[in-house]
């Protein structure tokens, strides 16, 4: 899976190439990106769920995506009722914007382009809690597509939101069953999310 995975780097990299080329997002500020943002509409209980883990002591928050804009991320988060205390980490590719103009020349920075960049996002932060804390932290990792996969697979409690048919091949190829806890990985375990409203008693009763 890894080896597949990865050999989709160019890909995606010729893709943001073209987007460069063709200056399809040259020319936006960051509140335009900020508005768009606001726009995106979460799945019903998603900010929910989010809000309540905001609410517990020292647990840590982060987003970690393949889209070019903290700005239209926050946009989101801030369109959907999630709350910015304490404030969410957010990691993903970024625009590079003029001096001059404070407008995006079109150009990406690309920091998240496949799967094992964001599983290696996931690994830095959960060293960086483990420091901070002097002892490892319980990892919770939602995600809906096979970008994803590796992430969920890396954490104690990994959440596939959807019925994602290609990510529940590669399982059953990688001998994953849902909601089974893999007793050689400390009883990490990967369930499925049909929807948020289980999301919470799933967390607190792993």
Known sequence: MDQY?????????????RIKDF???AGVSRVELYN???QVQFQSGAADVINYFLRMPNCHVCVTSANWSTDFIQGALDGNGVSNQPPISVYCNELKFSKRTSLSTGTIYPRLVVASDKAA????YREVLASRY?????LVYAGDSLTDLPALLLADVGLLVGQSDN???WCKLLDVEFSKPRFDENNKTLYRLLDWSSAINIIENH
């Open 5 to 17: 995975l990865e050999s989709l780097r160019q890909v995606e990299n010729a893709s943001q190439e």
């Open 23 to 25: 200056k399809i997002l």
């Open 36 to 38: 768009g943002g606001r």
């Open 121 to 124: 996002v996931i690994e830095t």
């Open 134 to 138: 002097g002892s490892k932290p319980r």
């Open 167 to 169: 990510v529940a091949k």
